[in-house]
């Protein structure tokens, strides 16, 4: 999964969550014009990305894994 923006917002948190909940990945990136999150290690299936500044603000997408 690629994380795109224009501006530097910083340090994020990213978490992917299971449908039922679990956690399953968690990292800490210095945002800047491009970063990859490795979903290789998933199977197919629904997921949640979760995403937390150094503010405190959050943001949950749903995404499909083919």
Same mark, same amino acid.
């Given at each position: 999964?690629?994380?795109?923006?224009?501006?530097?917002i910083?340090k994020?948190k990213?978490?992917?969550?299971s449908? @039922?909940?679990?956690?399953? +990945? &968690?990292?800490?990136?210095?945002?800047? %014009?491009?970063?990859?999150?490795?979903?290789?290690?998933?199977?197919?299936?629904?997921?949640?990305?979760?995403? @937390?500044d150094?503010?405190? +603000? &959050?943001?949950?997408?749903k995404f499909? %894994?083919?």
């Amino acid at each position: 999964m690629v994380l795109n923006d224009t501006k530097d917002i910083g340090k994020l948190k990213t978490q992917i969550y299971s449908t @039922e909940g679990k956690l399953l +990945n &968690t990292q800490h990136i210095n945002f800047n %014009k491009q970063n990859l999150i490795d979903l290789s290690n998933l199977s197919s299936g629904i997921y949640f990305l979760n995403i @937390e500044d150094e503010e405190g +603000n &959050t943001e949950t997408k749903k995404f499909f %894994k083919e």
